[in-house]
């Protein structure tokens, strides 16, 4: 028997079910039909929430986004300046290596995720780049420094995530350092 959910509660249990298959394989491995099964409910009752896949995975991403945020915000929180910029840089290496599957699916929907305006992380970035700068920045070098700083973090998670370097606490401190 299929399970009665309202419209919202469904949407937050395919959402979590995603999320937790996420995190035990790729997004290849991840099906609509087996996240229905997994919540109890027909794999027809999916689409009246998600019309394909596609749509499914961006919501996976928006939300893992807002973790990563979760989790930069939380990192940086009690820190000021450049300590507290180094701290979200340090928590998203640390967060791409807890969450690879999301971390993945995030930057692989970003472009789209941006164009709606819904990608706070970045937005993050740039307010902690414009207050780590020198008090006479202008808004180009901020820029310049959050970019930067993402190409840094970004590449490192990557590299760490890849096998190219070891995935290594201390190798992350050394690195991103405030």
Do not use: C
Not at 76 to 96: H, W
């Amino acid at each position: 028997m299929e399970k009665r959910y309202h419209h919202g509660d469904l949407r937050a249990a395919l959402i979590e079910v995603g999320l937790r298959l996420l995190a035990e394989r790729d997004v290849e491995g991840v099906s609509l039909r087996e996240m229905a099964r997994e919540v109890g409910v027909s794999a027809t009752s999916v689409y009246r929430h998600f019309p394909d896949k596609a749509a499914l995975m961006r919501a996976l991403a928006r939300e893992g986004l807002e973790r990563l945020a979760t989790a930069q915000r939380d990192a940086a929180s009690g820190k000021e300046g450049a300590a507290s910029f180094a701290a979200t840089g340090r928590a998203y290496v640390r967060f791409a290596l807890a969450n690879p599957a999301i971390f993945r699916l995030i930057f692989t929907s970003s472009a789209q995720l941006q164009a709606t305006g819904e990608v706070e992380a970045l937005r993050m970035l740039r307010a902690n780049a414009a207050a780590a700068s020198p008090r006479d920045a202008g808004p180009d070098q901020s820029e310049n420094d959050a970019l930067r700083a993402w190409s840094l973090v970004h590449g490192l998670a990557m590299l760490m995530l890849d096998g190219q370097l070891p995935a290594d606490d201390r190798l992350i401190d050394t690195l991103i350092q405030g």
